[in-house]
């Protein structure tokens, strides 16, 4: 019998803690409200549907025969999170207010297969968690299941930290501090990204 405990555990961890989503997701918070991440949100989860869903299948074996692949996602990833923080650098309180959008569920969907820790965590995942006496729909239902049970509270935890802090970044100045913050934020985390 399998224990989902460690696996619940392990995912939880992965969800909760800081990365380029959840990074993301608290800017768009803050600059548009809980509501307009919302597609953010829903592309994340799809985009990592996707993606256990291929590890179960075997995807992690490319990534073992050619490293290289995921490190080039890597740096494509990184180079998206310094475009999100020059786009942040230039915005204005006035943007933000007339019509400037967050990321689109495409966006963050595409950029869940650019994100280095979702791949570190799927791979993973598959890699010790994976209940190989299941069948293969069982094991995806199991392991889909779990990723996006803890994976989406822990994702509107993030956006709605973002969103609380509004009312705070009503003034120019306070928005500014706040988005120069999150621009050397997203940059740092491009940095990390492609320095191990």
């Known amino acids: 019998m399998i224990d989902p405990l460690p696996f619940v555990t392990y995912t939880f961890v ?6 380029p989503n959840n990074l993301m997701l608290t800017a768009g918070g803050a600059n548009f409200g809980f509501r307009r991440t919302l597609p953010h949100i829903a592309g994340i989860c799809i985009g990592a549907a996707i993606q256990a869903f291929a590890m179960c299948a075997g995807l992690g074996a490319l990534f073992d025969r050619w490293p290289g ?3 080039t996602l890597g740096w494509v990833g990184a180079a998206y999170l ?3 923080g020059w786009q942040m650098l230039r915005s204005t309180p006035v943007q933000v207010r007339e019509g400037a959008r967050h990321v689109s569920l495409l966006e963050g969907l595409v ?4 994100n280095p820790k979702a791949w570190v965590m799927s791979i993973t995942a598959a890699a010790v968690f994976l209940p190989r006496e299941f069948s293969f729909l069982a ?3 199991y392991m889909i299941g779990i990723i996006e049970a803890l994976g989406i509270p822990c ?6 930290f973002g969103s609380s802090l509004k009312a705070l970044l009503a003034t120019p100045r306070n ?10 934020a ?3 985390t491009a940095v990390a990204m492609v320095a191990k």
Do not use: C, D, E, Y
Request: proline share 3%; net charge positive; charged share 10%.
């Open 14 to 19: 992965m969800s909760i803690t800081p990365g």
């Open 69 to 71: 692949l995921q490190r």
């Open 82 to 84: 310094l475009f999100l």
């Open 111 to 114: 950029f869940q297969f650019l």
């Open 139 to 141: 094991r995806n239902a």
């Open 155 to 160: 994702l509107a935890i993030w956006a709605l």
């Open 175 to 184: 928005r500014r501090i706040f988005n120069i913050s999150m621009a050397v």
């Open 186 to 188: 997203l940059g740092a």
